[in-house]
């Protein structure tokens, strides 16, 4: 399993941009997104995209954040914190790959409280410039999975694209 934890979220201005990392997240390859906020109104957008669109991503909220990660952590898995101050991707990532398939990827909002960088395996960068968490994890996700991520299909979907040149062609299921 591949699930994201997301920190820092403010429900007043953060909506948007973590509803984009769960989208990411699911359209990506990943499983699942705990969300360290209470936060109904992301559970159900991204719901209402999986309901549409298939798979099986799933979306809590109100996740104290510290126990999400020594639980992960106490079954096995690796986590992996997702800032500009750590390792470069291209060092890590087959390491990580090689040691686990239960991975959590931590992404954080404003500022990531700092115990986050001591209690997790891998302090991860996508670059060491300012960017936002939505591009890191899609690049990270795309690193972990070497690209096969893109060929995933959807089981249970409604409705599906079909690719084309020019226009819009969606498929009703
Ligand atoms: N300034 C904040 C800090 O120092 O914690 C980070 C703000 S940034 C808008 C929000 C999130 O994007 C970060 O918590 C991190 O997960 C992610 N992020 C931004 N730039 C990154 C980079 N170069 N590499 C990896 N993650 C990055």
Redesign the pocket.
């Given at each position: 399993k591949v699930c994201i934890l997301r920190l820092g979220h403010r429900p007043e201005r953060d909506q948007r941009v973590t509803t984009h990392v769960g989208l990411t997240a699911r359209a990506l390859g990943a499983d699942g997104m705990y969300l360290a906020a209470d936060d109904a109104g992301v559970v159900g957008s991204i719901g209402d995209v999986v309901e549409r669109w298939g798979g099986a991503f799933f979306v809590e909220h109100r996740v104290p954040w510290k126990k999400c990660i020594r639980d992960w952590k106490e079954k096995g898995g690796i986590v992996a914190h997702?800032?500009?101050y750590?390792l470069e991707v291209g060092e890590v990532v087959s390491d990580i790959r090689q040691r686990t398939e239960d991975l959590l990827i931590?992404?954080?909002?404003?500022?990531?409280p700092g115990d986050v960088y001591g209690m997790v395996d891998y302090n991860?960068?996508?670059?060491?410039?300012?960017?936002?968490?939505i591009s890191?994890l899609a690049v990270f996700l795309d690193r972990l999975f070497e690209g096969r991520e893109i060929e995933h299909r959807f089981d249970g979907a409604k409705i599906r694209v079909e690719p084309c040149g020019a226009g819009k062609r969606v498929i009703e299921l």
């Amino acid at each position: 399993k591949v699930c994201i934890l997301r920190l820092g979220h403010r429900p007043e201005r953060d909506q948007r941009v973590t509803t984009h990392v769960g989208l990411t997240a699911r359209a990506l390859g990943a499983d699942g997104m705990y969300l360290a906020a209470d936060d109904a109104g992301v559970v159900g957008s991204i719901g209402d995209v999986v309901e549409r669109w298939g798979g099986a991503f799933f979306v809590e909220h109100r996740v104290p954040w510290k126990k999400c990660i020594r639980d992960w952590k106490e079954k096995g898995g690796i986590v992996a914190h997702l800032t500009m101050y750590g390792l470069e991707v291209g060092e890590v990532v087959s390491d990580i790959r090689q040691r686990t398939e239960d991975l959590l990827i931590i992404v954080g909002a404003e500022k990531v409280p700092g115990d986050v960088y001591g209690m997790v395996d891998y302090n991860v960068s996508v670059t060491n410039q300012p960017h936002s968490e939505i591009s890191s994890l899609a690049v990270f996700l795309d690193r972990l999975f070497e690209g096969r991520e893109i060929e995933h299909r959807f089981d249970g979907a409604k409705i599906r694209v079909e690719p084309c040149g020019a226009g819009k062609r969606v498929i009703e299921l």
